[in-house]
């Protein structure tokens, strides 16, 4: 059976990782898809700014502490791509939304040809209030999108 010419298209991938299972599963995913592809894989964390909203005159300190932290982090999982046979992977760590950042701007800036994403468990209350990543990536991203699941 001959593989589909539509596999041979994905050049640079993007993956979110946020720590979470789904985000593993997800890098997998996107670890074997670049493999596949002998394509550039992309590791992004978005460092939400909303979680800040609380901190009073948005201290800097945690700021640069919460960017260390989603550096070793995706710096652990490109390690991982690596060893895995990836040929070429690049990290981003970005303040922003991450709807925005890993649904347009960053597929934008990177000429993303497939986004990989985890698929998580929100309630039906918490996505009609919140929202789902994935759900705004699916309707606005530039280019194919993965949604994995578990």
Request: glycine fraction near 6%.
């Amino acid at each position: 059976m001959k593989e589909s010419p539509m596999l041979d298209n994905y050049k640079k991938i993007l993956v979110g990782i946020d720590g979470s299972v789904e985000a593993t599963k997800a890098f997998d995913k996107a670890v074997a898809t670049a493999l596949r592809n002998d394509a550039e894989l992309v590791i992004a964390n978005v460092i939400d700014l909303r979680a800040f909203q609380s901190i009073s005159a948005y201290d800097s300190v945690v700021a640069d502490d919460t960017h260390k932290g989603a550096e070793n982090l995706i710096n652990d999982f490109a390690d991982e791509a690596k060893k895995a046979g990836v040929k070429k992977v690049k990290t981003r760590v970005e303040f922003g939304s991450p709807k925005v950042m890993l649904g347009q701007t960053l597929p934008k800036e990177e000429e993303i040809s497939l986004i990989v994403l985890g698929a998580t468990g929100l309630s039906y209350i918490e996505r009609i209030f919140i929202g789902s990543v994935a759900d705004y990536i699916i309707k606005n991203a530039p280019c194919d999108v993965l949604v994995v699941r578990q």
